[in-house]
């Protein structure tokens, strides 16, 4: 806590980022306002916060964070959307709850911790995975957590029904991995989520983790999701996104054409899961799967992202003109000119 106030009052005197190595262009976060879009960085540990290289990167390239104190304070602090990740997850619950068997005391128990976050950072966290992994890694149906265990598959609705009243305005949205590789389990978490629409369940969207093993999602299958989806009223993100290989021009490749279709497709929230390699995650031994380096240096995978958003904000950018520029040329072409 006092580490964190005092990298805030450091940012604040400063006026200015620290100075990490330059990437030489602008941005990901400069692009990506021009046309609102979010960029950011999940993963993040509060103690990374106490290295201001760290702190300077992320304030200048990324939009939004994990849901602890410490984070929340340095995204305000840095005009920074956060979103809150796993409300549920199959992993690391607490003693108490696993202790509970019975459904109508364990309900009690979710909306007791659901309440007591979202109510913490109502109005700072605007977006919420509320279920996390819910299907079984390699597809299948629905893997059998603590969750289900005691309230059956009803638990994915419970939950997204006790987050709507805990928040009514924040969006909220359900965290899965691989689906965009796996084309049976990419099926399972659409007929999943059509389920619940169609069961009137608050759910917004859907949040693609997108962490890539050495074989990008063959090109189309976002873009198709983005369109199924859209027509359940929903909205698709990336939330983590990673790319796990030893061949760097692959992994840039492969950043590159992701960002780029998924941006053509409508998406527009986007996160990576961390920025530098310094503090990754691999189960690729020696895959250093971020965009930037342990030095900060930006990487191929920055540059391709960079290009694929700073293309798509340009061409956008244009579209917009064209449009401005007819309607400007038809006013001036008017009879009261
Ligand atoms: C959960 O149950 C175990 C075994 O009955 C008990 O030792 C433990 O104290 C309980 N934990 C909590 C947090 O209630
Ligand atoms: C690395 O990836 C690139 C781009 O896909 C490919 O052309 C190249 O052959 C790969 N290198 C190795 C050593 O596999």
Redesign the pocket.
């Known amino acids: 806590m006092k580490t964190a106030t005092s990298i805030i009052a450091l940012l604040a005197t400063a006026g200015v980022a620290y100075i990490y190595p330059s990437t030489g262009t602008t941005s990901l976060r400069e692009e990506a306002a021009k046309k609102n879009l979010l960029f950011g960085s999940g993963a993040i540990n509060p103690t990374y916060l106490e290295d201001p290289e760290f702190a300077a990167v992320l304030a200048d390239q990324e939009l939004q964070l994990g849901n602890i104190d410490t984070l929340v304070q340095f995204a305000e602090a840095n005009n920074m959307v956060v979103k809150g990740h796993g409300l549920i997850s199959s992993c690391c619950n ?3 709850l ?2 509970i068997t019975r459904p109508e005391q364990f309900r009690a128990a979710m909306k007791a911790h659901f309440n007591a976050i979202m109510h913490r950072y109502e109005g700072k966290v605007d977006r919420w995975d509320v279920v996390t992994e819910a299907l079984e890694t390699q597809g299948g149906g629905l893997q059998v957590n603590d969750f289900y265990k005691v309230l059956g598959p009803g638990y994915i609705e419970d939950a997204f029904r006790i987050a709507r009243e805990a928040a009514p305005y924040a969006k909220l949205l359900i965290n899965e991995n691989l689906v965009e590789s796996i084309p049976s389990k990419r099926q399972g978490l659409y007929n999943l989520v059509s389920g619940l629409v169609a069961k009137g369940v608050p759910i917004d969207g859907i949040a693609l983790q997108m962490h890539i093993t050495e074989v990008a999602p063959i090109p189309g299958v976002i873009t198709d999701m983005v369109n199924s989806y859209e027509a359940l009223g929903l909205e698709v993100t990336i939330a983590e996104m990673d790319v796990h290989t030893l061949n760097a021009t692959l992994q840039a490749d492969i950043y590159g054409a992701v960002i780029k279709e998924a941006l053509d497709a409508g998406i527009t929230d986007i996160s990576f899961w961390g920025f530098t390699d310094k503090h990754a995650y691999t189960w690729v031994e020696g895959a250093k799967p971020l965009m930037f380096d342990e030095n900060y240096n930006a990487k191929g995978a920055f540059y391709t992202t960079h290009d694929a958003l700073q293309n798509f904000v340009h061409q956008a950018i244009n579209d917009t003109a064209v449009h401005y520029g007819c309607r400007n040329t038809r006013s001036v072409a008017a009879p009261a000119q």
């Open positions: 607490p003693n108490y696993l202790n």
